[in-house]
Structures are given as C-alpha cells and as structure tokens.
C-alpha cells in the first residue's frame, strides 16, 4: 500500500486531497497544526492524522519521523499555506516572516525532512502546490506572489537535482479555489492613514466583489492525485478554468499588453 504525506490538511485542498487518497486505498499522514480540527478524517481508515506546524523545525523532524514509523512516505504533498495582502509599505516585518516561514521555508523543511528517505530508497514523488499566482501576479499581493513565484523556481531547480535518485519533483497550480483561504487563511494589512494607496486598494476591493468564480477544493485534490500517479515525467499541472485560461494567456502575451490588461481589470487604467 502507497503512503502520502499532506501538510495542510485541516481544510480546502489538503483535506480533499487526503480524502481523495484514502478513498483509492492509500495510507494517508494528513497533518494539521491541531490534530482537533480533522474532524471525519480522523476516522477513517489508514488516515494518520499527526499535529504539523510547518514554521516549527521540530515540530516538522517529529512529524515526519512519526510518519516514517508507520509507512515509507511514497508521496509528499507541500500544500500548507495563506496569503498577505495590501500595500508592502503597510506590511509589518512579522507579518512578512509568517508568510515565508509557512509559504516557503515551511515547504522547504518539510521537503528536506523527507528527501533522505526517499534518496535511500531511490523513488519518491514531492508535489508542491504553488498557484496561478506564481506566474502571474496581481496588485497587492507582492508578497503572497513573491513566495509562490519563489516555490516555482525552487520547484524546477529540484527537478534537475533529484531526479537522478529517482525522485520527481512536481508543481500544481490551482486557480481560485472555494475554502477558507480568504478567511483564515489570509492576512490583510491596509493602514488608512497612507491615503495614496486607496485608490488601488478601492479599485481592487471593487474587482474582486464582482469575480465569485471558484473551484471545489475536490478539483485541484484530483489534479494533485493525478500528479502523484500518472507515471510520466510531467511537472507542472493546471487546475481550474480560470488558471488553465489566466495561465495561457500570460505564456502569450507581453509585458506590456499584460501590464495594461491587468490594469484595466482592477480599474487602474
């Protein structure tokens, strides 16, 4: 029986992925900062939940030896993260550690946590869920966009480095999805007193109170199985309508028309 190891599994897209997983008969690790918010996962079958806090090295060392007490980890899914968004200037430095620390260096630790397993036993599957927001960028997200544009390029330079001792590095990019990711699992910094950023602050808050397109969290959680057992060498899979279409259209477009694309789109030209 295969094992899959998914941070983030509290909710959205990590908890459909491990539902996904256990219900085709796989071993699922599905880990979660508090193990009480599991809720049906915890009762099924060969679903192992474990408490994860990404920003804690040793809380990721523990996780995953625990894991490995169990099962071989076949299969390890980076989809623990949040959002930060408004104005860099209005971002307290705090903030923009928190962000790293789960985004990206939270991904890393788990990842090289689980590479020596894999490495010895040559074979091995990591699939980082990055997002739409890794190629393209919108205002007021410099530095959600910042740590997905840094997990691609993280992602592809693992590519070359791992897949020599069997292990293949894999990149999901979901659109928008329907979970909790704008509630919870964001954080908004606006300081009304810096007046020169409310224009683009109103305009994007009026932008986004029209666009209600989003995807199940059970879409990105099927792409992300396929990923884990497609057998090709594939890297990167799309996810969502509004990626596969936003995505494409980014790869052919330049800068410039791009630029004044997006400007138009949140009212800024």
């Known amino acids: 029986m295969s094992a899959v190891f998914i941070t983030g599994s509290s909710s959205g897209i990590g908890r459909a992925t491990a539902q996904l997983f256990q219900a085709r008969g796989w071993t699922v690790f599905a ?18 939940v474990l408490p994860l806090d990404v920003t804690n090295p040793a809380s990721v060392s523990q996780a995953v030896s625990n894991a490995l007490a169990i099962s ?14 408004g104005p860099l ?19 890393i630790d ?14 091995g599957t990591i699939i980082n869920v990055s ?21 691609e390029g993280l992602s592809e330079a693992l590519l070359f480095e ?11 990019q979901p659109g928008r999805v329907a979970t909790d990711f704008n509630g919870r699992s964001v954080d908004i910094n606006v300081d009304p007193s810096l007046t020169e950023y409310q224009p683009v602050i109103q305009a994007l808050m009026a932008s986004s109170s029209k666009d209600n397109y989003r995807t199940d969290p059970e879409v990105p959680a099927q792409v992300i199985y396929t ?9 990167r899979y ?17 800068d410039a028309e791009h630029f004044s694309r997006i400007r138009a789109e949140f009212g800024l030209a």
Not at 74 to 82: E, P, S
Not at 89 to 107: A, D, H, V, Y
Not at 238 to 254: C, F, H, N, Q, Y
Request: hydrophobic share 40%; aromatic share 6%; net charge neutral.
């Open 72 to 85: 071989a980890i076949d299969v390890l899914v980076n989809n623990a993260g949040y959002g930060a968004y």
């Open 227 to 235: 990923a884990a057992t497609d057998g090709t060498t594939r890297f």
């Open 110 to 123: 788990v990842t090289r946590a689980v590479i020596p397993d894999m490495r010895t036993r040559g074979s």
């Open 131 to 151: 997002s739409m927001g890794g190629h393209i960028a919108w205002p007021l997200g410099s530095l959600y966009h910042a740590s997905k544009f840094a997990v």
């Open 238 to 254: 799309v996810s969502g309508d509004d990626a596969i279409e936003g995505l494409k259209r980014r790869r052919e477009t330049p």
């Open 162 to 172: 791992l897949e020599a001792l069997g292990i293949a590095i894999k990149v999901v």
């Open 89 to 107: 200037e209005c971002t307290p430095r705090k903030g923009i550690e928190s962000l790293f620390q789960t985004n990206l260096l939270g991904l």
């Open 31 to 48: 880990t979660m900062r508090n193990p009480d918010d599991a809720g049906l996962l915890a009762d099924l079958d060969q679903v192992h």
